[in-house]
C-alpha cells in the first residue's frame, strides 16, 4: 500500500447529517433516562397482562404497552416545543423585519420584532416554533436566508 490513509477517506459535502432526536427540549440525566425506561417496562408489563387476561397476542399489547409513556412524553414534548419562542435576525432594518412580521400577521402568525441597539442593523424577528413553516415561506418570498430550525 503506498498511499496513504487521507487519500482514501471519502470527502464530505457540508455539515454530516443530524440524527433526529425523540425529544426536542428535554434533556434527560441518568435519574430522568432511568424513570423513562422503567416506565415503559412497567407498561410493558401491563400490556402483557392485559394480553395474557383479554387473549390477544401479548407480543404486541406488550410492545404497544412499552412505548405507549414514550409516545406520550414525545407528544408533550413537541407541544411545549412548539410553544416556544424562536428568534431569527438576519442582518435587515427595522423596516424590512417589520414588513416581513405585518406579512406573517395577515397570514395568521404573530411575529414580534425586536430592535437590539439603534443602529437599525440588529432587529431580529420573534415567534413560535409551531409557525416555522410560515415563517420560512414568509423569509424566501421576501429573499432572506433560510432559517436552520432544527428539525
Known sequence: M???YAEYMPLGSGKPPRRRAIL???KLN???GAAVVGTCLAAAGLG???GRLLGLPVAITASAGGLLPLAVLAAL???RWSAMLAGYGWGGTTAEVSAVAAELLRRGVVANVEV???DDESTSLWYRNADADV???VLAEHGVPPVDHGL
Open 24 to 26: 426536542r427540549t428535554a
Open 77 to 79: 414534548d413537541r407541544r
Open 48 to 50: 402483557f397482562a392485559a
Open 116 to 118: 437590539h441597539d439603534e
Open 30 to 32: 441518568m435519574v430522568g
Open 2 to 4: 503506498d498511499r496513504r
Open 135 to 137: 415563517v420560512s415561506t
